[in-house]
């Protein structure tokens, strides 16, 4: 081929590992490519949760900022950290195809669950956090962050019980325990388990490789769990669960919104065919609103003002 493709990615080893994966796809189709680690404000930053920092986006800046200034052509992310809206002149090029989507839980143990002591759980996910504690309102959730080595570091260094992960990163690197806790009772964050390759708008020649790497129904339910995303959001940080599933011509669709202290839930489930499946979650979100979804954004908002 006449252009080799400069693969922007962040350094940890998950992110190494998905954007190797893109590089053999398109090798197997005859394009040659190269590898650019570049670091994140994600991964420098480590000691302030991320709704703190207060950046859109604060994994995947640093790669659209390389892609404008063409030190890259195209980017590789995990799809659940990219926000809504992309850069002006940056184009969402693929969605491979999703791996598992679940949350897990790395335990050290799991007699906690069955008494009243109080138990520490980390993780460094609103969405997770607001979850769990629902479900366990008299545990503490404590913020993790870091890669994932990092994290499972963290976890062993200290007197946590458990420490919340999706499954697909701890799988891809190899590094899945085997007696994990599946939280099947966790809804994902919207896109969890897929991969997402953008591209310069203007880059005809990468834009038509990446097209070939496409996997259509993984576009079609991450795009529906970023529009509910979306459209509930409005450049909020805040503890949402969307997931998409499709099933023969149809599609299952769960979406839920918590408050941040987890005492407050709004959940929507809806089944519809294939073809009328285009606004399905931006549909949810505005049912979701009218539900008492817009008071209770409102409120975190505030409360998110109020940390910053």
Known sequence: MSKIIRIGTRDSELALWQATTVQNQLGDLGYDSTLIPIKSTG??????????????????????????????????????????????GIVQAAVLERAVTEDILVHKGLDFLNNEVPATIATGSLRRKAQWLNKYPNHNVVDL??????????????????????KAGLERIKLLPKDVLHLDWMV????????????????????????????????????IERDFLRTLEGGCTAPIGALAHMENENVQFKGVLFSLDGRQKLQIEKTVSLASAKELGQKCAKEILQKGGDKLMEEIRNENSALH
């Open 145 to 166: 962050r870091g890669n994932v080595n990092t994290r499972l570091i963290k976890l062993i260094e200290n007197d946590w019980q458990g420490a919340i992960f999706a």
């Open 43 to 88: 991964d420098q930053v480590l000691d302030k949760p991320l709704y703190e920092l207060g950046i859109t986006g604060i994994f995947t800046k640093t790669l659209d900022v390389a892609m404008l200034k063409g030190q890259i052509d195209i980017a590789v992310h995990s799809m659940k950290d990219v926000p809504t809206q992309l850069p002006k």
């Open 188 to 223: 994902p964050a919207p896109a969890q388990g897929a991969m997402l390759v953008v591209a310069m708008d203007n880059d005809e020649f990468s834009r038509e490789a990446l097209q070939k790497l496409n996997h259509s129904n993984s576009e079609l339910a991450t795009r």
